[in-house]
């Protein structure tokens, strides 16, 4: 196992278990680690196995095998990040819609009051 | 015929008492809702003073969001019709009977009041009118319909085009974007000629930059619009 290799399977590790970490703390939601456990479970299949990452890499004409893993951990950060601006944008509408009814309540409120008032 | 008018207003404690004051003097039959869209000034205070009742957003959410937030009030107050009004006295009340005459009369759902079907009759900077003029353009292409004034946010709208309004209005730069929903929803749509005031030179809040970027992201959306599927309930 050469040293690249070597790097990139511990580095694979460690983020697996930060992520299992974050989780057991709830510092992250189970629903946002799941894409992340992906990428670091098939980051480690193939940063451990030589012979799965070689003949991965033949299949797909890469000439130096490591340059796979780096191609795999950036799609998964496309992935991830694309997942991220899908999530952003339904909490920015749910946002919208909490503030809107708040507006609404609050003018409702008042107008009980007056109501009482009278 | 139970009528709203809706005036979103951001930081127009100055403008807004003329403008309640237009509509009142102007005998229209109407309640007067001001959405005060998270204002650092007397919006809502002025907007109360005068009468209206103001619905006051926590913090500010753009044009689409506020508006919205009036049709939702119209909606649940079982309003019949709601009209857009703008809160910067760009609007005149007196055009008010003109652009509901074809909802009484039940010949349109969405009624647009244009500025430009009066020929001559507002002038904008160069720019500004021919960004407006290749909207239209795309616009009429688009829904097979003419539209001369796609971003006039003077606009009456019947009870049906409410509760559409009320479950899907655009955030920011609603207006051309709402008028490619509403024929995909199958609502019918009406631009009728109106007078506007002039803005003061200078005063509009629509720079170069942000020009380019409004034709890019309503392009954008309305292009997407297009493949969408728009249903009316």
Known sequence: ?118 | MKILIIIPAYNEALNIGAVIEDINTNGIDADILVIDDGSCDATSVVARGKGATVLRLPFNMGIGAAVQSGYKYAERGGYDVAVQFDGDGQHRADQLEALLLPLRQGEADVVIGSRFLNEGCYEAEIHRYAAIRLLAWIISCCIRQRITDPTSGFRAINRNAITFFSRYYPDDYPEPETIVLLRKAGFRTLEIPVFMKQRKIGSSSITLLRGVYYMGKVLLAIGIDMFKKVSRR
């Open chain 1, 1 to 118: 196992m050469d040293i690249t290799l070597m790097l990139l399977a511990g580095f694979s590790l460690l983020l697996f278990l930060l992520v299992i970490e974050l989780v057991r703390r709830s510092r992250l939601k189970e629903k946002y680690a799941i894409l992340w456990l992906c990428a670091a479970l098939v980051m480690t299949a193939f940063s451990f196995s030589r012979e799965l990452l070689h003949s991965a890499a033949q299949l797909l004409g890469i000439k130096y095998p490591p340059s796979l893993l780096f191609l795999i951990g950036l799609l998964f950060l496309v992935i991830i990040n694309i997942h991220f601006s899908v999530v952003i944008s339904q909490l920015t509408d749910k946002n919208k819609t909490l503030a809107q009814e708040l507006a609404l309540l609050r003018e409702d409120i008042s107008r009980k009051d007056l109501r009482q008032e009278r």
